[in-house]
Structure formats: C-alpha cells, structure tokens
C-alpha cells in the first residue's frame, strides 16, 4: 500500500508561483496514475488535474487554464503540481491522490489513496 505526504504550500501573494510536491513511500509510485484535488472551507473537494502512470498523459480541470502543470519523477517517487499566475481563489488545501491503473480520475471516487493535504494560501 502507499503512502503519500505533500509539501510545498504557504503564503503566496497573487500572481506569485508554489510548487507543490507529493512523496510516496511503501510502493512505487509507477504503479499508480495520479491526481490533485483541493479543497476551500466549507466546499466539496475539487479536482485539479491527474497524470498518467507514464507521466505521458495530462488533464487538468477547466479553471487551471494553464496556470497549473501536473508533473511526475518516478525514479524520486514524486509527483509536482506547479502554480504560476495564482489568484486569491486558488487558497484551498491540496491533496494528492493515486489509483491503480495507467490514467487517472477526476473524481474524489476514482482514487483509492490519499495524502494529508497542504494548505495554499494567496493573499491579494
């Protein structure tokens, strides 16, 4: 079974970049396609964007309008959100999430793992 620990969140100013990083130990983390979503106070958890298990494949939901890049280093077991251009509707905590299988979700459903999450916050 994995386990996935993110890093990377804080206080950004808007416009500002965070990079956020997802580290998996207990598997590699070739064996699983995965995500992030995030989460604003009282909101649903939202999808942001998944990645294949190659890292060949991409999706990324409407709003990242390519602000947002999903990356992966499988040899580091670590998968990066990158967050260029963010705005004050982009604090939320982050979570990572992975499944098994070659291409990702982009529901809260599809992902049968999941991080602790980091918390983004950007001040205007």
């Known amino acids: 079974q994995v386990q996935l620990v993110e890093s990377g969140g804080g206080l950004v100013q808007a416009g500002g970049s965070l990079r956020l990083s997802c580290a998996a130990s207990?598997?590699?983390?070739?064996?699983?396609?995965m995500g992030w979503f995030r989460q604003a106070p009282g909101k649903e958890r939202a999808f942001v964007a998944t990645?294949?298990?190659?890292?060949?494949?991409?999706y990324g939901a409407d709003f990242v309008n390519g602000r947002f890049t999903i990356s992966r280093d499988n040899a580091k077991n670590t998968v990066y959100l990158q967050m260029n251009s963010v705005k004050p509707e982009d604090t939320a905590v982050y979570y990572c999430?992975?499944?098994?299988?070659?291409?990702?979700?982009?529901?809260?459903?599809?992902?049968?793992?999941w991080g602790q999450g980091t918390q983004v916050t950007v001040s205007s």
């Open positions: 207990g598997r590699s983390l070739s064996n699983y396609a």
């Open positions: 999430a992975g499944r098994q299988g070659l291409l990702g979700g982009i529901t809260v459903t599809d992902y049968n793992y």
């Open positions: 990645i294949s298990r190659s890292g060949r494949d991409t």
